[in-house]
């Protein structure tokens, strides 16, 4: 990834962004937070967090006319929080005194501050607290200009005084009875100081000469508060006179202090000054299956909030997040973060060059389905990122073979004489169509592939082609641009010897990849052919069953697929239920990506999670997912289980075939194809594939997990009874062998039993022994 | 991934080979390679 490739990409992940309410602030009081600490009864901690950001916390926290609660997400579903009436709690729960009070190093510049209203006291304290010299012409004798509109009840006089006496604190020095205008006059302050903020509080009839709008008001421009008029700034209730908004005052003298501290040093007015003042969120936050709340009622309207009161009312606030893929996809909240923090890991992982690539795994657990594209409100896929991560590893060296070296073999097996085929239909030289079943269903139910092509060549006049193969999927998603390529290079040149067939498609991932990297091949799925041309065996169902549709991930996007599935079924007399994640929003089953292989554990969990949204048996449409949510102990069908299968509801219980099984399946298709459809011999099993084993079926079991074939054992028995390189255990009589054929070292323990080998253990690994060390 | 890792085996002083206990094979040398192939 570039670094503007990653900016962008990092752009369209908004989690962590701040909420409605806190961009709504003029001044961005972080309220999320703010109502975190309520909820858990810390009202000091409270408090700090609005001193972060407010410099008179006891009073903008009992008069605040609060725009964030017009924004408020929680009036989706409810009341908005009442965030004015918790400030004021906090605030009159606490001692509003601050702990310490910083100031920079004196600098030796004069501002004059005029008006000791919210504006001007906010700039005053601002620009002091930066070491300015600050003077405040107040035309009363007493501060706060506005605010004493506000009756005592609310806002105590005494509490007044205790707020503003920081800036004393500051070295501020307050001038009372000083009207500008009168005592002294603009230009007097133009000499005698270096910057002025005017924040004389409403349209006075003094307007110095400066530039006015139409309706009479100072011209002040927006974004720096500078009136035209050389070191001269102004801002609040002057600019929304008659209306007046003490946050909006307070945010206003905050801006035009951060003016007048960038003129007093000659830095631009004007630059990175984005997000000042209110601004809209770009976060998400989606309130679905949220309990609809009202707001708490104090019990004395005029007190306000008790403390019990206000902790219950803090704990209606959403504490708004985005997540939404996280929520959707358990792999993105395996790793307890969200995709821009994944994207700077990965990122990070890509441009290492010597270290612990730690993010290696994680690269690789992705099942690449793009489900958080969907859910996502700006569209980011990580599926995408992960694959093109994942080929940059290859190109780099950086690639660790162990997650992806099982399924390629595998892929390599079915593109060999093992299970590879291309025919056209006995008796015709020329193919029309071309039936292209995928290797996971010729391993996993062989049987439908006979009765599927037999199907198509009753229903189809200009002859159909079989093509058994894999399509190359486990290449692209191991990032192996090389094999994948070479392997579409050859489905194209044998199609296009069999005369350009149109290609019928019974796996959605075979579907996928034609459709992205195949695009002359012309394609259609076998559900959307029996869904047109007629269910193959007319079954009288007795009883309609329900069932839950698993729509295959590598088609999320084809909705005729889903229809003509859900078609199919009705007319089967099934009743189709939903699933929550179901046609575009279809979870992956684990396979996809090689998710399974990468990371097991995680692969487990998803489909458990997926189980547990319907008590009703599942169908699938992919051979893959009928076989892991079975291996997981969910009742499963594949489609042609209803298809062909009449009322047999023990196909849904038939368990997965196991990987040497699935190489077995795929081999005696071929064969029984080639005898009975084309006629033709087939030899019979030759050298180690002719080794008879003897295996229990706990060793089975074992040898799923390893990952060990049954091919594996009868390699290293052949070598070890043809070498004479074996152990002997004179304990136990058996004999232990060890033969890397490849990149993997198997070692077998077993016995002969006359014609036969019984196999007591067997495992393996990656690592080779390269010499000896003397110690 | 071309990284080197030493540790005591078995080996027949007569025919040279050498025995990996499973129990090594699945647990230590597993843990090694995949923190080799990380590096």
């Known amino acids: 990834m570039d670094h503007k490739q990653l900016l962008y990409l990092e752009e369209k992940c908004i989690q962590g962004y701040s909420p409605a309410c806190t961009t709504t602030c003029p001044v961005h009081v972080d309220v999320k937070n703010f109502m975190a600490k309520v909820k858990a009864g810390d009202f000091d901690g409270a408090l700090k967090i609005l001193r972060k950001v407010l410099p008179f916390p006891g009073i903008i926290g009992r008069i605040c006319d609060h725009p964030c609660q017009d924004v408020c997400k929680r009036r989706e579903v409810g009341d908005a929080v009442s965030i004015a009436a918790l400030e004021k709690a906090c605030v009159q729960m606490s001692s509003t005194a601050p702990d310490k009070i910083f100031i920079q190093p004196k600098k030796d510049k004069r501002v004059a501050v005029v008006g000791g209203g919210l504006s001007g006291l906010t700039a005053a304290f601002d620009l002091s607290s930066k070491g300015y010299n600050v003077v405040l012409f107040e035309s009363k004798d007493r501060l706060g200009g506005s605010i004493w509109d506000t009756p005592e009840e609310i806002l105590p006089?005494?509490?007044?005084?205790?707020?503003?006496?920081?800036?004393?604190?500051?070295?501020?020095?307050?001038?009372?009875?000083?009207?500008?205008?009168?005592?002294?006059?603009?230009?007097?302050?133009?000499?005698?100081?270096?910057?002025?903020?005017?924040?004389?509080?409403?349209?006075?009839?003094?307007?110095?000469?400066?530039?006015?709008?139409?309706?009479?008001?100072?011209?002040?421009?927006?974004?720096?508060?500078?009136?035209?008029?050389?070191?001269?700034?102004?801002?609040?209730?002057?600019?929304?006179?008659?209306?007046?908004?003490?946050?909006?005052?307070?945010?206003?003298?905050?801006?035009?202090?951060?003016?007048?501290?960038?003129?007093?040093?000659?830095?631009?007015?004007?630059?990175?000054?984005?997000?000042?003042?209110?601004?809209?969120?770009?976060?998400?936050?989606?309130?679905?299956?949220?309990?609809?709340?009202?707001?708490?009622?104090?019990?004395?309207?005029?007190?306000?909030?008790?403390?019990?009161?206000?902790?219950?009312?803090?704990?209606?606030?959403?504490?708004?997040?985005?997540?939404?893929?996280?929520?959707?996809?358990?792999?993105?909240?395996?790793?307890?973060?969200?995709?821009?923090?994944?994207?700077?890991?990965?990122?990070?992982?890509?441009?290492?060059?010597?270290?612990?690539?730690?993010?290696?795994?994680?690269?690789?657990?992705?099942?690449?389905?793009?489900?958080?594209?969907?859910?996502?409100?700006?569209?980011?896929?990580?599926?995408?990122?992960?694959?093109?991560?994942?080929?940059?590893?290859?190109?780099?060296?950086?690639?660790?073979?162990?997650?992806?070296?099982f399924p390629l073999r595998d892929m390599q097996f079915s593109n060999g004489d093992g299970f590879a085929l291309a025919r056209h239909e006995p008796g015709k030289n020329g193919s029309s169509h071309l039936f292209f079943p995928g290797c996971q269903l010729s391993a996993s139910a062989p049987e439908y592939v006979d009765k599927v092509y037999a199907y198509l060549r009753e229903k189809m006049t200009g002859g159909v082609g079989l093509m058994l193969r894999c399509c190359g999927a486990p290449a692209d998603w191991a990032g192996r641009k090389d094999l994948f390529r070479e392997g579409r290079q050859e489905i194209v040149r044998l199609w296009s010897e069999m005369g350009k067939p149109v290609v019928i498609l019974a796996c959605s991932s075979c579907y996928q990849v034609f459709q992205n990297y195949l695009p002359e091949v012309e394609i259609v799925l076998l559900w959307e052919i029996i869904d047109r041309l007629g269910l193959p065996v007319v079954s009288a169902k007795d009883s309609p069953g329900k069932v839950a549709v698993?729509?295959?991930?590598?088609?999320?996007?084809?909705?005729?697929?889903?229809?003509?599935?859900?078609?199919?079924?009705?007319?089967?007399?099934?009743?189709?239920?939903?699933?929550?994640?179901?046609?575009?929003?279809?979870?992956?089953?684990?396979?996809?990506?090689?998710?399974?292989?990468?990371?097991?554990?995680?692969?487990?969990?998803?489909?458990?999670?997926?189980?547990?949204?319907?008590?009703?048996?599942?169908?699938?449409?992919?051979?893959?997912?009928?076989?892991?949510?079975?291996?997981?102990?969910?009742?499963?069908?594949?489609?042609?289980?209803?298809?062909?299968?009449?009322?047999?509801?023990?196909?849904?219980?038939?368990?997965?075939?196991?990987?040497?099984?699935?190489?077995?399946?795929?081999?005696?298709?071929?064969?029984?194809?080639?005898?009975?459809?084309?006629?033709?011999?087939?030899?019979?099993?030759?050298?180690?594939?002719?080794?008879?084993?003897?295996?229990?079926?706990?060793?089975?079991?074992?040898?799923?997990?390893?990952?060990?074939?049954?091919?594996?054992?009868?390699?290293?028995?052949?070598?070890?009874?043809?070498?004479?390189?074996?152990?002997?255990?004179?304990?136990?009589?058996?004999?232990?062998?060890?033969?890397?054929?490849?990149?993997?070292?198997?070692?077998?323990?077993?016995?002969?039993?006359?014609?036969?080998?019984?196999?007591?253990?067997?495992?393996?690994?990656?690592?080779?022994?390269?010499?000896?060390?003397?110690? | 991934m071309g990284n080197d890792f030493t540790i005591e085996l078995l080996k027949c002083p007569e025919c040279g080979l050498v025995l990996v206990p499973e129990d090594m094979a699945v647990r230590k040398m597993l843990e090694v390679e995949k923190s080799l192939e990380d590096k």
């Open chain 1, 550 to 775: 698993l729509d295959a991930c590598t088609t999320r996007h084809v909705k005729s697929v889903h229809e003509s599935v859900r078609r199919i079924l009705e007319r089967l007399g099934y009743e189709v239920e939903e699933l929550k994640y179901s046609r575009e929003k279809t979870e992956c089953c684990g396979y996809g990506g090689l998710m399974s292989f990468a990371n097991p554990e995680l692969a487990h969990q998803v489909i458990d999670r997926r189980i547990k949204e319907s008590e009703a048996d599942y169908v699938a449409y992919c051979a893959m997912c009928r076989d892991k949510f079975a291996s997981r102990g969910k009742r499963t069908f594949h489609l042609l289980d209803l298809i062909y299968g009449a009322d047999n509801m023990d196909l849904a219980d038939r368990e997965d075939p196991g990987y040497s099984q699935r190489h077995e399946n795929r081999a005696r298709l071929k064969g029984k194809l080639l005898r009975e459809i084309w006629g033709e011999k087939v030899e019979e099993a030759q050298g180690f594939a002719a080794i008879r084993l003897d295996l229990a079926d706990e060793l089975k079991a074992i040898m799923e997990n390893r990952l060990i074939l049954v091919e594996d054992l009868q390699k290293v028995i052949d070598y070890a009874e043809k070498s004479g390189n074996k152990l002997y255990n004179q304990a136990t009589g058996r004999y232990l062998a060890y033969y890397r054929p490849v990149s993997v070292t198997y070692w077998v323990e077993y016995s002969p039993r006359g014609e036969n080998f019984k196999i007591h253990n067997a495992y393996s690994h990656r690592m080779q022994i390269v010499g000896e060390v003397k110690i």
């Open chain 1, 157 to 405: 006089r005494k509490v007044i005084a205790e707020e503003t006496a920081v800036l004393v604190d500051l070295g501020v020095e307050i001038r009372f009875n000083s009207t500008v205008g009168e005592v002294v006059s603009l230009p007097d302050l133009g000499r005698d100081f270096d910057a002025v903020y005017l924040g004389l509080g409403k349209i006075s009839e003094h307007t110095f000469g400066l530039q006015l709008d139409q309706e009479g008001r100072l011209q002040i421009d927006p974004l720096t508060f500078s009136t035209g008029r050389e070191g001269v700034f102004a801002g609040g209730g002057l600019r929304t006179s008659p209306g007046y908004s003490p946050v909006g005052s307070l945010s206003d003298g905050r801006r035009a202090a951060r003016s007048i501290d960038r003129y007093l040093q000659n830095a631009s007015l004007f630059a990175a000054r984005e997000n000042e003042g209110s601004y809209r969120t770009r976060l998400f936050t989606s309130t679905e299956g949220v309990e609809l709340l009202p707001a708490v009622v104090p019990d004395n309207p005029i007190q306000g909030y008790t403390r019990e009161e206000a902790i219950l009312e803090a704990g209606r606030c959403l504490q708004c997040q985005c997540l939404e893929c996280v929520k959707a996809c358990k792999y993105l909240a395996h790793y307890k973060g969200y995709p821009r923090k994944y994207l700077r890991d990965i990122n990070h992982n890509l441009k290492m060059v010597k270290g612990n690539h730690t993010a290696n795994k994680m690269i690789n657990s992705c099942s690449l389905c793009g489900l958080c594209q969907e859910v996502c409100p700006n569209d980011l896929n990580m599926g995408e990122v992960c694959k093109n991560s994942r080929e940059i590893m290859v190109i780099k060296g950086k690639m660790p073979p162990s997650p992806h070296d």
